[in-house]
């Protein structure tokens, strides 16, 4: 049973950086891909980044592009989201998934297959 873990969320001030992780266990993660994604009050789950175990490709929404930065440390079956110049619409609360087959990259949540319980990020103005 696959298990991920997020930390790392908090409460920044707007331009201010924070660096999400998500330790994932149960499996050894040699294919597939990880995503992020957030969840704002009121609002619907949306994409945010997504990266595969076995190749460098990545995928971002546009909102986050050239501010966040997704990676992986395949040794630590660890993926992170570096976010950098938050902004107080990126408050939400940070969800990383799992998918276990297929090395792409993927933007829906219905490729997902297990999530974590979420980590809050709160920017202020």
């Known amino acids: 049973q696959v298990q991920l873990v997020e930390s790392g969320g908090g409460l920044v001030q707007a331009g201010g950086s924070l660096r999400l992780s998500c330790a994932a266990s149960g499996r050894t993660f040699s294919s597939g891909a990880m995503g992020w994604f957030r969840q704002a009050p009121g609002k619907e789950r949306e994409f945010v980044a997504s990266i595969n175990w076995r190749y460098d490709d990545t995928l971002y929404a546009d909102s986050v592009k050239d501010r966040f930065t997704i990676s992986r440390d395949n040794a630590k079956n660890t993926v992170y989201l570096q976010m950098n110049s938050l902004k107080p619409e990126d408050t939400a609360v940070y969800y990383c998934?799992?998918?276990?087959?297929?090395?792409?990259?993927?933007?829906?949540?219905?490729?997902?297959?297990?999530w974590g319980q979420g980590t809050q990020v709160t920017v202020s103005s």
């Open positions: 998934a799992a998918r276990t087959q297929n090395s792409g990259v993927y933007r829906s949540s219905n490729f997902y297959s297990y």
